[in-house]
């Protein structure tokens, strides 16, 4: 296994996305990150379960579904009915966190969890060894296009060692603020997914924006394997 790319399409054209999920691809992305939006989990809304069904449709690589929304547990099923590989809620968003992911799986998806910057790691000692993903914030959602939060580093080492610890063979994929630049020391503190929104979607040439993430996290990789 090596590092794995999941551009987000928040930063993507919407106006056009089948064409920037297309272009992704071809470049190389290993999954498409849908980051979904309601407005009162964060501050914005973005796209909903018919864009997730329309993108299953055209999409090549699986659509990891990031859930930044209420009460999660409404609408699990409708996202993975419409075509999300993976599904991650919120720890924040749900009282029975448990229950939610063992739906996910159940219903055929990859279960994850994302933390925000300011949630106890901890949190996610007792459900860890039942997830596939976990997501770590590395900005506080709800935007495309914001700085990478520092201290996001020390957590991702401390996330990889709890992970370790509980015997969990979950991925961490670490969103928000991620670029060529720091994407070799996310993966050496422990990223196994980076998801790149504006670095890509922003970037004059996306093609070689997604080689030189992928290069910089091969770095990491490989840095963090000789540890
Ligand atoms: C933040 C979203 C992220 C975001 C990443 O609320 O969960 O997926 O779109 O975008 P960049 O890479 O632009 O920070
Ligand atoms: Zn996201």
Redesign the pocket.
Known sequence: MSVRIAP?I??ADFAALGRDVAMVAAAGADWI?V?V?DGRF?P?ISIGVPVVAALARVSPVPLDV?L?IVEPETYVDAFVQAGAASVSVHVEATDHLHRLVHRIRELGARPGV?INPATPLETLTEIAADLDIV?L??????????A?IERSYDRLRRLRDLLDRQGSTAVITV?????PARAEAVVEAGGDVL????????AADPTAAMAALRAAGARGWQARGSR
């Open positions: 987000s928040l930063s990150h980051d939006m964060v914005n990031h930044m994302a997501i914030m590395s900005v506080n959602p709800g935007f495309g296009g914001q990478f969103d928000g603020g991620v670029d998801v790149a929104g504006n670095a890509i979607f922003g």
